[in-house]
């Protein structure tokens, strides 16, 4: 429903955009950053229910739950009144920002910008290996590797999923790339 809705915004203001463009403006609209700023905005952390330990935690203000929790109203919306008023609750909630074609390159994350830089040098994928995992099961941080065997180089990253680990060490392969001259 948010995609779809999303996609449709996105057509309208920038439809004579390549798609590959449109793409990536509408992953940078519909990331969990952007979806939980959306909901702080909206308040949504003052109304939603968790349960004793995830509350004590600061659950309320977690970025994935917030963000999971807007989709839901996105989707409670679209069951009890169709299509037309969810797509118009997503029109409002992305209308105050500015729509234009400079957003995908904001949208490119280290891991896809790697992979693009990898590419056009006809080069292989980076292989990403998690190292180790620290911290109590409920507050994990993920310690991982990034390796390019055919620049016989590894980085490391660490993030709090991971996702966000390997994230992490591509930015670092990124700017080793960089330090050395070879210029993603």
């Known amino acids: 429903m948010l995609n779809l809705s999303v996609a449709d915004l996105l057509f309208q ?5 390549p798609e590959g463009d449109l793409s ?15 909901a702080t ?10 349960g004793e330990g995830e509350a004590r935690s600061g659950g309320n203000m977690r970025p994935s739950i917030l963000a999971d929790a807007l989709e839901a109203v996105i989707g409670a919306v679209y ?5 037309p008023a969810a797509s118009k609750l997503v029109g409002r909630l992305f209308g105050k920002m500015e729509i234009h074609p400079a957003m995908q ?11 693009e830089w990898l590419q056009g040098r006809k080069l292989k994928l980076p292989v990403y290996s998690v190292v180790g995992t ?13 390796e390019i ?12 999923s991971r996702r966000a680990g390997e994230q992490a060490a591509a930015a670092a392969m990124l700017m080793h790339i960089r330090t050395i001259g070879k210029k993603p």
């Open 13 to 17: 203001a920038l439809g004579n955009q």
């Open 149 to 160: 065997p055919e620049l016989n180089h590894v980085e490391r990253g660490i993030g709090a």
């Open 24 to 38: 990536r403006v509408r992953a940078n609209l519909v990331k969990q950053e952007t979806l939980f700023h959306l």
């Open 41 to 50: 905005e909206l308040g949504l952390q003052s109304v939603l229910r968790l």
């Open 79 to 83: 069951l009890d009144a169709g299509f």
């Open 134 to 146: 620290l911290g109590a099961a409920h507050r994990q941080t993920f310690d991982v590797a990034c």
């Open 105 to 115: 390159a904001l949208s490119k994350d280290p891991k896809t910008e790697l992979q």
